[in-house]
């Protein structure tokens, strides 16, 4: 019964992060596509692709993770997996593996938690180019 607050919720908080991030260089939200009638976006994660080789893309998340915001990595390829290494390349794993982050998504958050986010990620972003 509560399922359709949570996910219109959600789907504001993401629309909100959308409009923030639209101002900022270097990152994108991952496309989620149009909902439509027969499906839906839950929103579980909300995640951005960040430009540049995964060295930037941790780098970035340890400097977001010590101004205290739960961003992460959630996507690592199976070839990159210690059961599973591989050399044989995965084009789109490959690349998720080094450009996505996630960031903060719950019910619990307002839009001066989003703004704290995406000024922390935009601060990481900026010292990531020098």
Known sequence: EKLEGFLATREYLAARYDELLS???GVQPV???PAGLSWRHALHLYQVVVA???PR???IVAQVQQEGVGAGVHYIGLNHHPA???DEPFAVSDWASEA???LPLHV???DGDLGRVVRTLETALAATRE
């Open 23 to 25: 101002e900022v260089d």
């Open 31 to 33: 496309d989620r596509g």
């Open 52 to 54: 540049g080789p995964a």
């Open 57 to 59: 893309r941790d780098t």
């Open 84 to 86: 599973y290494r591989s």
């Open 100 to 102: 996505l982050i996630t």
């Open 108 to 110: 619990g958050l307002d």
